[in-house]
């Protein structure tokens, strides 16, 4: 029989992570767009990223029929965080920027991100940006993470952290912070070091 799990948070009830994902509020407007692939995976930091920020939301799908109305969001200006040669590097709002971001951020591995890029044509011909400097990633459960490779929560924190500089949204990798503790926990910590050569 499956263990009970918690409706909001999508976590076994005894793993409940709810008590630890904050309420931000953002300028900037977050659309996640959640490859279904991901729904199940045991991290799904897009879920969590989405539960601790008030102004954003997430979708799952490949294809989304309904983009052109959500493009045309009222008070905000669209823009795909997708690396690229075209991409913009991310700066903070200026006093005079009247519209904030109403950043879209593709979940998936690059190559269902790519996918979801070229089923969705309006999604494909967004402006891009990207981050300048990233942080090395604290997502220390992948087997050899690409230098510069980020989880979906990560790269949304470090977005947020430059767009609307001095705040900060890092509060926000707290339910993933500790996800990652208790999975370390649960393999054991000669397992994690044997497998991702952390001691």
């Known amino acids: ?62 294809v989304f029929d309904d983009l052109q109305a959500l493009l045309a969001t009222p008070g905000y200006r669209p823009a795909l965080l997708f690396p690229g040669d075209e991409a913009e590097v991310l700066q903070p709002y200026a006093q005079s920027d009247n519209l904030p971001l109403l950043l879209i951020v593709p979940d998936g591995t690059w190559r269902k991100a790519r996918k979801m890029l070229y089923l969705n044509p309006l999604l494909e011909a967004l402006p891009r940006v990207t981050l300048e400097q990233v942080t090395p990633s604290r997502y220390r459960l992948r087997k050899a993470p690409e230098p510069g490779a980020l989880s979906t929560i990560e790269a949304v924190v470090q977005g947020l952290n430059v767009l609307e500089a001095p705040g900060s949204f890092d509060e926000l990798l707290r339910p993933f912070e500790a996800l990652i503790e208790g999975q370390i926990s649960a393999m054991g910590v000669e397992t994690f070091t044997r497998n991702h050569g952390e001691g």
Do not use: D, F, K
């Open 1 to 62: 029989m499956p263990r009970p799990r918690c409706e909001r948070c999508q976590r076994p009830l005894a793993h409940c992570l709810c008590p630890l994902i904050p309420s931000l509020a953002s300028r900037t407007r977050v659309v996640l767009l959640q490859h279904p692939s991901e729904t199940s995976h045991a991290l799904n930091t897009a879920r969590l990223a989405a539960l601790g920020l008030r102004n954003a939301e997430l979708r799952v799908g490949e």
